[in-house]
C-alpha cells in the first residue's frame, strides 16, 4: 500500500517502547492513551489497551521509514534518555555497538537540541577496549537490550567482543557507577587540566622580573640611579640599539622591566602543541 494514503494511521497517534528488557518493542498508542502515560513510571505491552497488540510475544507493528515520514510532512521526535544509560549505536557497516551516555568533556553536555527544542544528538562513550567517544544522531540510539544476539564484526572482532562482555557487566549498574567507567572523558580532561596548570605556572614564571647586575649591587647595600637605568631606554633610542642591548641576552623588555623569554616562549609553545595533540587524538 503506498504510505501516503495509509499515512492518515500515524496522525495523532504516539509510539511507545515496552521497558521490557526482553521485549523493547514499539506500539502505536492513540493520543488519548499516550495522554495517560506516566512518563515518571515503565510502560509495558500489557498496559496497551489495543488488545492486537498488549503482550510482548506480539510481533511489533510496520514502522516505516523515518524518511517516508518526512516526505508526507511528519516528524519524528525521540524521547531524551538520562545521562548515565546504556545504549546501543546502530551505524552502517558495523554491528550494534553498546556505549554509554556521558558528558562531553570539552563541552560539559551529553545531549543538543534541533531548532524546535527537540534531542538531536548524544555524546557517547563507546565501550570495549579500548574506549571510544563520539556524538551521534538520536535516529541511530536505542536503549541497550541484555538479549541482544551478537552482530557480525570482521574487521575489529576482539574489540566487539570487549565491548559486549564490558555491556553484561555494566547492565546491572546504576546510571552513576555507569559514569564512573567512563574513563576516557575523565581522561582527557584531567591530562588537559595538568597542562593548562603547567602552562600558567610557566606563564606567570615570564613575568617574574630576572635579577640584574644593579639588583645584585642593591641586595648588596649599593645605591641604584634608578633614573639612569631608565634613561637608557628612552623613546628616542634606535630600535638598532634596542635590539642589541636586549635580545640578545635573551629577555623580553616591558616597561622598563627584563623578562625571561626564550626558554619559556619555547616550553610554552610545546605545552600548546601537547593540548593540541591530546584533543586531536580523541
Not at 23 to 51: F, G, I, Q
Not at 53 to 77: A, T, Y
Request: net charge negative.
Amino acid at each position: 500500500m503506498d504510505f501516503s494514503m495509509e499515512n492518515n494511521m500515524y496522525v495523532n497517534k504516539v509510539w511507545v517502547q515496552c521497558e521490557n528488557d526482553s521485549c523493547l518493542k514499539w506500539r502505536l498508542l492513540s493520543s488519548e492513551d499516550a495522554a495517560k502515560v506516566d512518563h515518571n513510571e515503565p510502560w509495558y505491552c500489557y498496559m496497551n489497551t489495543d488488545s492486537r497488540h498488549n503482550e510482548c510475544s506480539i510481533s511489533e507493528e510496520d514502522f516505516p521509514e523515518e524518511s517516508q515520514f518526512h516526505q508526507s510532512g511528519f516528524k519524528i521526535v525521540y524521547s531524551q534518555l538520562p545521562l548515565g544509560s546504556l545504549v546501543l549505536v546502530k551505524l552502517q557497516n558495523w554491528p550494534s555497538w553498546p556505549g554509554i551516555l556521558c558528558p562531553d568533556p570539552f563541552k560539559g553536555k551529553y545531549v543538543t537540541y534541533d531548532l524546535d527544542g527537540n534531542v538531536e544528538q548524544y555524546h557517547i562513550e563507546f565501550l570495549g577496549d579500548p574506549h571510544s567517544r563520539s556524538w551521534i544522531n538520536a535516529t541511530f540510539v536505542e536503549h541497550y537490550s541484555i538479549t541482544l544476539k551478537p552482530g557480525k564484526c570482521k574487521n575489529k572482532k576482539k574489540w566487539y567482543i570487549s565491548a559486549r562482555q564490558e555491556a553484561c557487566r555494566l547492565y546491572g549498574y546504576s546510571p552513576e557507577q555507569r559514569l564512573e567507567m567512563c574513563h576516557l572523558s575523565k581522561q582527557v580532561v584531567s591530562e588537559t587540566e595538568v597542562l593548562l596548570k603547567e602552562l600558567e605556572q610557566m606563564l606567570q614564571q615570564t613575568l617574574e622580573p630576572t635579577a640584574t647586575s644593579d639588583e645584585s649591587g642593591e641586595e648588596h647595600g649599593e645605591e641604584i640611579n634608578t633614573g639612569a637605568k631608565l634613561s637608557k631606554w628612552r623613546p628616542e633610542a634606535s630600535a638598532n640599539i634596542l635590539f642589541e642591548s636586549h635580545c640578545e641576552e635573551d629577555y623580553l623588555v616591558i616597561d622598563g622591566i627584563k623578562l625571561k623569554a626564550g626558554e619559556c616562549i619555547e616550553n610554552i609553545t610545546n605545552k600548546f602543541k601537547e593540548i593540541d595533540a591530546l584533543m586531536s587524538e580523541f
